[in-house]
């Protein structure tokens, strides 16, 4: 049937290399009006449907199969030889004349400006044309009562008054086919009255079957129409809602063709032109890695993975020239089809410029704040330590004494805060004996657990040599011994080991102190983050120690875990990679030999 559309199918279940049509060289045609959404385009465009046609041409269609007939009719008796006298040619030629005179009338009437149903007159003409063709060759050629059948489908399909298209086509058979014997060219033998009688009955059947038929194909055509308009319905809502919202949305095909891209992707877009280019494609934008300056190659672009099947998220990009640039998160999310293969992807960028803007203006202000506080702190110190110098009252010296202690622990915080604010973590590794670092730590340490009531036992090897920087390997120590002394109430002990595993050192801090819970381990090593009981219990700390003691860690090429456990204790268990070959732990019996005090030491939390 004229207009029927094909549904394409899927070649191939594999990702598919992206064309020179993908995102990455072309933009998608910008739309009209709000973002294109799929589905807005007529379904088999560029076909055309027998239904859209002009009415005058379909009429002419309509007529052509019965012309083409009869014309191939004329020339089978020209060709066959047939009983000289029996065919009238008188009246074979009247009826061709008659059937192509009615083609061209069919081609010349302005049939649109006319009511519908004065097309009708061309298949009720037909009747006329097709009785004396019918009259004359019926003896030499079989099936000639067929010619009837074009104008009575012709009646019946047009579907505008379907019980009179259908009796008018059998009353115009009845007529064809009765001509020879009403016009008395033929004596009505008994043998033959069946042949008009059952012409005019067959082509009752054919118009009901053709009128059912057309009148069903009506009824799926309408259903067809009314889900298109709510799609394309539903299509213009998803298209608002999606051009209303501040995050740029890019959704691709398989081959990486741009499907969607909606108003804030499009604006964004722009953001990353090269100076002079407004429609530059994704593979020329100026992208560059979130300290600003570093260009990001082509094949590590977030779009380029995402339309190569790449999934993931938070990928930080900074778009536009050097000193003007936006910073967009960008997340990916492949699609799959029934069969499990890539078939598109979806990526979400989300401008994060005011949001990085507020963190530096807070970590600027907190470096301006924190520095300010250092200056006057230390010189605090300084005299508070020449004044318990001179004292010679020894309870005003205890004040002094107390005075200091405090100093120090404030110089502390700042120090911890003017650090984290800076966000300097640069290591400087060097071959490093972790043995007297942790050692330090923990001498340092025993004055305050023996104030706490809680016992603070070291369990080293001899030495134990890492790639490691010497200041921040002990503020590491510092901070897990110093937080697992302020957790662990008086009766409790923290146990500090170091060990070589493997190719790496070691350093593991375990206590028997308050423990966390599940929820609480999940944020420990946030910037800030206090444990809930920890803040209750008005227990001094910034919350940053963590973070800063795992920027250190990850600095040396290592990891930090914990393990814990509400109310039974933690097990903070940090490791980095050990001295080149040979640096590893220099005690008898070796890594391998006799188990060391600190592996007898080691249990969970
Ligand atoms: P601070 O100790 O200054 O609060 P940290 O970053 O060092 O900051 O620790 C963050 C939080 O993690 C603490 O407030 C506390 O709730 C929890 N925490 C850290 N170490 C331990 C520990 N050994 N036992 C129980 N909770 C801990």
């Given at each position: 049937m004229p207009g029927r559309s094909q549904v394409p199918l899927p070649d191939g279940a594999g990702p598919v290399a992206p064309g020179p049509e993908s995102i990455l060289d072309r933009l998608p045609d910008p739309p009209q009006g709000p973002t294109a959404a799929p589905g807005d385009s007529v379904p088999g465009g560029g076909e055309v449907y027998f239904g859209a046609l002009s009415l005058r041409l379909r009429v002419v269609l309509s007529q052509l199969p019965?012309?083409?007939?009869?014309?191939?009719?004329?020339?089978?008796?020209?060709?066959?030889?047939?009983?000289?006298?029996?065919?009238?040619?008188?009246?074979?030629?009247?009826?061709?004349?008659?059937?192509?005179?009615?083609t061209a009338l069919a081609a010349a009437v302005p049939w649109d400006r006319l009511p519908t149903v004065a097309y009708w007159s061309i298949p009720l003409l037909d009747f006329v044309a097709i009785a004396p063709i019918w009259?004359?060759?019926?003896?030499?050629?079989?099936?000639?009562?067929?010619?009837?059948?074009?104008?009575?489908?012709?009646?019946?399909?047009?579907?505008?008054?379907?019980?009179?298209?259908?009796?008018?086509?059998?009353?115009?058979?009845?007529?064809?086919?009765?001509?020879?014997?009403?016009?008395?060219?033929?004596?009505?033998?008994?043998?033959?009255?069946?042949?008009?009688?059952?012409?005019?009955?067959?082509?009752?059947?054919?118009?009901?079957?053709?009128?059912?038929l057309s009148r069903s194909m009506d009824r799926q055509r309408d259903e067809l129409e009314e889900s298109l308009a709510e799609i394309r319905q539903q299509n213009r809502r998803l298209a608002a809602v999606l051009d209303a919202t501040d995050v740029g949305i890019l959704v691709t095909d398989r081959r990486g063709r741009g499907l969607l891209m909606n108003a804030a992707q499009r604006r964004q877009h722009l953001i990353g032109q090269p100076p002079g280019r407004h429609d530059a494609p994704e593979?020329?934008?100026?992208?560059?890695?979130a300290d600003g300056r570093t260009p990001i190659p082509v094949t590590e672009r977030p779009v380029y993975r995402a339309v190569h099947g790449e999934s993931f998220s938070g990928r930080l990009v900074a778009l536009g020239p050097v000193g003007n640039q936006?910073?967009?998160?960008?997340?990916?999310?492949?699609?799959?089809?029934?069969r499990g293969a890539f078939d598109g992807t979806v990526v979400v960028f989300h401008n994060?410029?005011?949001?990085?803007?507020?963190?530096?203006?807070?970590?600027?202000?907190?470096?301006?704040?924190?520095?300010?506080?250092?200056?006057?702190?230390?010189?605090?110190?300084?005299?508070?330590?020449?004044?318990?110098?001179?004292?010679?009252?020894?309870?005003?010296?205890?004040?002094?004494?107390?005075?200091?202690?405090?100093?120090?622990?404030?110089?502390?915080?700042?120090?911890?805060?003017?650090?984290?604010?800076?966000?300097?973590?640069?290591?400087?590794?060097?071959?490093?004996?972790?043995?007297?670092?942790?050692?330090?730590?923990?001498?340092?340490?025993?004055?305050?657990?023996?104030?706490?009531?809680?016992?603070?036992?070291?369990?080293?090897?001899?030495?134990?040599?890492?790639?490691?920087?010497?200041?921040?390997?002990s503020q590491v120590a510092d901070n897990l011994v110093s937080n697992a002394l302020k957790y662990t109430e008086a009766g409790g002990s923290v146990t500090v080991t170091l060990r070589e595993v493997g190719d790496r050192a070691e350093l593991e801090v375990a206590d028997t102190g308050?423990?966390?819970?599940?929820?609480?381990?999940?944020?420990?090593?946030?910037?800030?983050?206090?444990?809930?009981?920890?803040?209750?219990?008005?227990?001094?700390?910034?919350?940053?120690?963590?973070?800063?003691?795992?920027?250190?860690v990850r600095g040396h090429e290592g990891e930090i875990t914990?393990?814990?456990?509400?109310?039974?204790?933690?097990?903070?268990?940090?490791?980095?990679?050990?001295a080149g070959p040979g640096g590893g732990a220099r005690e008898d019996g070796g890594a391998e030999g006799r188990p060391r005090p600190a592996d007898e030491g080691r249990r969970g939390a």
């Open positions: 019965l012309t083409l007939s009869v014309m191939v009719v004329a020339l089978f008796l020209l060709v066959l030889p047939t009983e000289v006298g029996r065919i009238d040619s008188h009246a074979l030629s009247l009826g061709l004349g008659g059937v192509l005179g009615l009259s004359s060759a019926r003896h030499d050629l079989d099936g000639m009562s067929m010619l009837c059948a074009f104008p009575v489908f012709w009646l019946a399909w047009s579907g505008v008054y379907p019980c009179a298209g259908i009796g008018l086509g059998v009353l115009g058979s009845a007529a064809v086919t009765w001509w020879p014997y009403l016009t008395n060219l033929d004596q009505l033998t008994t043998g033959e009255v069946f042949r008009p009688t059952l012409v005019p009955l067959f082509m009752l059947a054919l118009g009901v079957a053709a009128s059912i593979r020329d934008l100026l992208a560059f890695e936006q910073f967009l998160s960008i997340s990916a999310q492949a699609m799959r089809d029934e994060v410029t005011d949001l990085l803007d507020a963190v530096r203006s807070r970590e600027r202000f907190m470096a301006n704040v924190t520095h300010e506080f250092r200056t006057p702190l230390t010189s605090i110190i300084g005299f508070l330590d020449l004044a318990i110098e001179d004292e010679q009252d020894a309870r005003l010296a205890g004040y002094l004494a107390t005075c200091l202690r405090n100093a120090e622990r404030l110089l502390d915080l700042v120090n911890t805060l003017l650090e984290s604010a800076s966000g300097d973590t640069s290591i400087t590794p060097e071959d490093t004996d972790l043995v007297p670092l942790v050692a330090h730590s923990v001498d340092s340490a025993q004055v305050r657990a023996a104030h706490a009531g809680v016992a603070l036992e070291a369990r080293l090897p001899e030495s134990l040599h890492a790639r490691a920087d010497r200041a921040r390997m308050i423990g966390m819970t599940p929820e609480e381990l999940e944020q420990v090593f946030r910037d800030f983050y206090r444990s809930e009981y920890v803040r209750r219990a008005a227990i001094p700390g910034t919350g940053l120690g963590l973070a800063l003691t795992r920027s250190f914990v393990r814990s456990e509400a109310g039974v204790g933690s097990v903070f268990t940090a490791w980095i990679p050990l």
